[in-house]
């Protein structure tokens, strides 16, 4: 948590403590990513409640476990004793001077809870644990559904499976999920949604590629393609490789999938390699054409890119706090390039698939409108109906936004 809050990716923190401490058993890496996901995902309530007592802010590791235990306090109000106890015994480990303060915080926290959540309703950073230049974008973009975008940014995200279809099918793998005593329901696609999350250790399968864990709005990119046998396909943005394996698990294609990251490009090949699949993975900068592409243009591309991942925030909660508001620019303009760049490479014929998991138009409708008026050539199915493309975070996927552009031949 104190690496979050000076200003450390969330899931590489995570991972890294992982490997420092290889014999923790599941249930304790599930309790503390447990813990550390949801004081993220509350943030906006809880730095509201400690901005009311502290009078200057504390060492960030304080402020850290300080964060932690409101948290705790409002998931878990009956054990509210035993979690100031454990707090004030957590701080003087290494930092024994602030027992006092911690101590003193957490049960003012206690005494005026009920203020405190009245306080909490006429902030909107903290009634709805986003920042403000978030919701007023939400409000811009989406002003009959920001509320509901915003309450399923601070739920537990859904957990889903994508099935090899190339091993089985959604009905036996439900067979086989229900003997292992796994409630799960089939969506649309190859994908599955497990009632309860489950450590992958106990999915059957899963080591022998039957199954891969990917949201279910994310299998929409292979559905979305439109693949076929023998075609030459690019995976553009390739990481971690999700998207990549369900189309080959789709189609015979040959595929090549880009990464500019080293280590990234390694995990793209580390799926395929659980899959039993292969591609031709390369590292590079997508807009540098010069580097990795050979001339010869690509049937079907899949142009999944970077950006403010703001449709995905529940999964990754620390993205509401690190990113501001001038950083959706820079992406959008990022993503403008690699689109430019990517087109030169689709056969006439062909379709690109614009792909982001944001919820913002800045990246979405109007990364759209801006490319079709840099290419007038470039053909929208629908172009009227571009809102049905975005899907909005809820029960069963995270949130996206799909555009399929077409070459003409």
Known sequence: MSAVLSGENLTDRYERMLREHPDWPDSTRGAVRDLCWSTLRAYGRGDGVLRTFLHKPPPVEVHALLLLAVQRLEARPEQAHTIVDQAVEAVAVDMPGFKGMVNGVLRNVLREASSLAARCQ????????HPAWWIARLKRDLPDRWEAVLA??????PMSLRVNRRKTTVEAMLDRLGQAGIDARPLTGDAIRIERAVAVSRIPGFEEGWVSVQDAGAQ???QRLNLQDGLR????????GGKTAHILETADVELTALELDPQRAQRVTSNLQRLGL???VKVADCRQLSAWWDGKPFDRILADVPCSASGVVR???DIKWLRRNEDISGFARQQAEILDALWQTLAPGGTMLYASCSVFDEENIEQI?????????????????EELLRLLPDADHDGFFYAQLHKPG
Do not use: M, T, W
């Open 152 to 157: 399923a940014g601070n739920l537990h995200p």
């Open 233 to 240: 396909v690019l995976d553009a943005c390739a990481a971690p």
């Open 315 to 317: 999964r990754h909660p």
């Open 220 to 222: 929409q990119a292979a």
């Open 122 to 129: 006429d902030e909107p950073e903290a009634r709805y644990a």
């Open 278 to 280: 292969s591609a031709q």
């Open 369 to 385: 409108k801006r490319f079709r008026r840099r290419h007038p050539e470039a053909i929208v199915p629908n172009p009227d109906a």
